[in-house]
């Protein structure tokens, strides 16, 4: 089972680009999530999915637009990439009535 | 609103000493709770959960029970080994909007040598 696929794995970007991190999910999970890492933050939430054209803001989520259009895609979306979007990325996905989340990989930005 | 605090790291220990990393939470209402680790250059993993006051969450030798009364979650384990270097996060669901979501604490790191 592949679980929850993030791509890219790297990516550097210049200030003011535009990107896509992908986030695809085999479970057919009907929740999906986009996290970032920073040093002594943890993990804070982005934004967040409960199904196919339902989306939320979580904690931080200035500077980032998500769809969801399928089930099993929720790309993240950087409109015009700024040095504090520096991070890693991490997408996470759960079925609906479960209490556990699966994660991808993560993405891991620089934004220079 | 909803937090999570766990003790700051580093946590530095020697293999088969005993571990404590404590985690407090506030949140509304009775959230489930976690632990996840994430070792490095990985995602993170589910280690244990507890989904109500007094449950005992447990796996591979780390527990942490679900206690109300002080909003706490602390892990444990009797031995650790050192393939248990990892970060450790502590997190509850929280209720959103639209739906429910993790939030974390900071996370602490382990380091266990031989």
């Known amino acids: 089972n592949a679980g929850v696929t993030q791509t890219p794995k790297f990516q550097v970007l210049k200030t003011g680009q535009s990107m896509t991190l992908q986030c695809a999910q085999d479970m057919n999970h009907e929740y999906m999530s986009w996290y970032r890492q920073d040093p002594g933050m943890g993990l804070r939430l982005i934004h967040y999915?409960?199904?196919?054209?339902?989306?939320d803001q979580g904690e931080v989520p200035n500077g980032y637009n998500v769809s969801r259009s399928t089930t099993e895609d929720f790309p993240l979306r950087l409109l015009s990439a700024a040095p504090s979007q520096t991070s890693v990325y991490f997408c996470?996905?759960?079925?609906?009535?479960?209490?556990?989340?699966?994660f991808g990989q993560g993405t891991r930005l620089t934004v220079v | 609103g909803n937090s999570v605090t766990q003790m700051e790291g580093p946590v530095t220990l020697s293999e088969e000493a005993f571990l404590t990393i404590n985690c407090t939470y506030t949140?509304?209402?009775?959230?489930?709770l976690f632990w996840y680790v994430q070792y490095p250059g990985e995602g993170l993993q589910l280690l244990l959960k507890a989904t109500k006051a007094d449950d005992k969450g447990s796996n591979k030798g780390f527990e942490a029970t679900y206690r109300k009364e002080t909003t706490s979650f602390h892990l444990e384990k009797g031995s650790v080994q050192v393939s248990d270097s990892a970060v450790y996060f502590c997190a509850l669901s929280a209720l959103y909007q639209a739906g429910t979501a993790l939030i974390f604490g900071k996370g602490t790191t382990l380091s266990v040598s031989s």
């Open positions: 999915s409960v199904g196919a054209g339902i989306t």
């Open positions: 996470a996905s759960k079925r609906q009535g479960s209490t556990e989340a699966f």
């Open positions: 949140a509304t209402g009775y959230p489930s």
